[in-house]
């Protein structure tokens, strides 16, 4: 492997490290006082969008992904993408965030 190849790599990995923390530390600094979410599209503007509408991750609106599919994602995360414990975002909200992902229309060009 070249070095270019192994510095490009190495890049997109600190990349991908640095947007999972700043996405764990925004859920603190955004979450109401009482641990509450104003809606579910208030959890998605600030927590999932900072990956999912810059290219970080995958685009997951307008994807019929099921609720029960996104909430295992959000749960449990899988490589880059961070588990996101009940400390975080409480189950009733997990359920209206992944229903609202699952119903989204996709993103415009």
Known sequence: MS???TCRCGKRIFAACAAVFLALLSVSAFAKEDDKWRNEEEVYAKICAYCHDVGVG?????RQL????????VRHGWKAMPAFSAAFIDDKTLQRLAEYVSQSAPPQQ
Do not use: E
């Open 3 to 5: 070095l270019s190849m």
């Open 58 to 62: 995958p685009v997951i609106k307008g």
């Open 66 to 73: 099921t609720p029960t599919y996104i909430a295992a994602w």
